[in-house]
């Protein structure tokens, strides 16, 4: 292995926290590149999950009796975790909520009703489905208009132009952090203090951004901040939406229920406080703990360390893939995080991923639920391989090498 | 190399998918019909035209993978010149057999026997099948219209 990965920290052992990944795929030790999609989960998180249900589970915020007491008492310390995590002013700001998607749908259908039919909503090209449809629906439901940000080639925001569509109508600025298929990181912190001079409110999709660099979002400043708890190294069925206490206050709630209220008559219904408001019916508390466990191991092992590791892994990975005379990347951006695409001449990502798959190699191919963007390259899809902390230079060896093979086989 | 997946991508499914034969959108046609694969975005278009009772100029346009351009060149090679009568038949065995590997050489061409190898390829199903559900939905579109 070159040199260039010592000093970070001890890879062997991390990857030992990460009990799948030590298994064969067809035969080959499993090379798993597809991080973006979702990340693997460390044993400290599984025993978490385990040991709640085999020793804490109960319903939260109802009973007197202890188990609901301890159920509550871990819910709560997980939401208190997130809100450090991303520095957020009180855990009133961090609602749990099924997942990014779940967020920004939060969001979009809570705005209904301020939203007018003069009203802007805009986004970029660079949007996954759920940063699109939702806000789709809500300008089909009041009659707004939404307006698409554009990017050059290398598959950076055009600011000049972001900041043209940007006016006195806006009413959301809805952007992701990182792009799933570029890589590309978006100068955020700039973009929300240009949107903030009109009195823009911005949602930034972090679903990529989180858990690959430092998140603050107080130094952000940003108005609401979404990501996935499983692309954290925690579980799937949780996530987060972050939002400024003002502005959470005067959303509507978008589902109702149980645990959201205060107090029900037939006559009348009392919202429950932030952030219950937003959380009604049962919620999926193992699911929240877990969470709360990979942020803890996350912060055991040192984020700047793995962001160190992921960029090593990703400059190397450019580089050889560089060196490869046929493949062409899609998303070249200067600020970049560990998500790099590609398509190679002649060949369909399909298929690659078959051959990837039969060397042990768990990459994605296809649109990764970008479809306008994929319009914008032309192209029916890429190959994506984006890297974690447990990766290393070897494994992007063996891709690198089942590629050449792919090209040979197909070509 | 793995022998599977050489099974896979043998002669006959690399030629007919890098060469497809049938291929581009005629200048003439009656029917045509758009198939999508939401899951990784595969599209095609399939085309012909009917002559009294029979279907001619079967002839498809794809932006899909090896397999499931392969998939279409072999379909329209097979279906090209059937009897209206018989064409859903076919299209339906053929489907079947795809699904289960077991496509035969009594009833279909020798080249299409390829195909019987994507039932190890689960994840691929889908974009073999893709051209044979389009053109099924489009011939069950040109009856209901002659109705
Ligand atoms: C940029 C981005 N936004 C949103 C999502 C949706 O996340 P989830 O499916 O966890 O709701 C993803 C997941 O792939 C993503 O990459």
Known sequence: ?411 | MNMELQNLYQKTMIQHGNNPLNFGKPQEYEHTEEGFNALCGDKVNIYFRRMENKLINFSFVSVGCIVCKASGSLMTEELNNKHLENVATSIDNAMIGIHNGNLKNDFFSNDLMTLNQIKKFPSRLKCALLPWETAMRLINNMKNNAR
């Not at chain 1, 109802?62 to 009180?90: C, F, M, P, Q, W």
């Open chain 1, 1 to 411: 292995m070159p040199s260039s990965n010592k000093n970070i920290f001890n890879i062997d052992e991390i990857r030992k926290d990460f009990p799948i990944l030590d298994q064969e795929i067809n035969g080959a030790p499993l090379i798993y590149f597809d991080n973006a999609a979702s990340t693997q989960k460390p044993k400290a998180v599984i025993d978490a999950i385990k040991s709640y249900y085999e020793n804490d589970h109960s319903n939260v915020h109802r009973g007197v009796h202890s188990l609901s007491i301890r159920a509550t008492d871990l819910y709560e310390a997980s939401r208190k975790k997130v809100a450090d995590y991303i520095n957020a002013n009180s855990t009133d700001e961090i609602i749990f909520t099924k997942g990014t998607t779940d967020s920004i749908n939060l969001v979009a259908s809570s705005l209904t009703k301020s939203i007018q039919p003069s009203d802007e909503i805009v986004i970029t090209t660079m949007e996954h489905h759920s940063n699109i449809v939702p806000w789709q629906e809500l300008c089909r439901r009041t009659g707004a208009s939404l307006k698409v940000a554009p990017i050059d080639d290398n598959g950076e925001l055009i600011i000049d132009e972001l900041e043209r569509l940007l006016c006195k109508d806006t009413k959301i600025l809805a952007l992701t952090h990182t792009s799933n298929t570029l890589g590309t990181i978006n100068p955020i912190k700039e973009i929300i203090t240009m949107a903030h001079h009109l009195n823009i409110k911005v949602l930034i999709d972090g679903a990529q951004a989180i858990g690959h660099q430092n998140i603050d979002v107080q130094d952000l400043d940003c108005d609401f901040y979404a990501f996935s708890g499983h692309k954290l190294y925690g579980p799937t069925g949780i996530g987060v939406l972050y939002g400024k206490e003002d502005l959470l206050n005067e959303l509507e709630p978008y589902q109702f229920g149980g645990e959201m209220i205060l107090k029900v008559t037939f006559d009348e219904t009392t919202y429950n406080s932030l952030p219950y408001k937003f959380e009604a019916g049962t919620p999926n508390i193992a699911a929240a703990i877990g969470l709360g466990k990979a942020i803890e191991y996350i912060e055991s092992i040192n984020l700047n360390a793995c962001v160190k590791q992921e960029n090593v892994v990703t400059e190397y990975s450019l580089k050889k893939l560089k060196d490869l005379s046929n493949i062409k990347l899609i998303g070249n951006s200067e600020n970049r995080s560990s998500i790099i695409s590609f398509t190679i001449e002649n060949i369909h990502p399909h298929d690659i991923g078959t051959i990837l798959n039969q060397r042990g190699i768990a990459m994605r191919t296809g649109h990764h639920c970008t479809m306008p963007l994929m319009d914008f390259y032309e192209i029916p899809g890429t190959i994506r391989a984006s890297f974690s902390f447990y990766n290393t230079e070897s494994e992007v060896d063996e891709m690198v090498a089942a590629l050449q093979t792919a090209c040979e086989m197909l070509g």
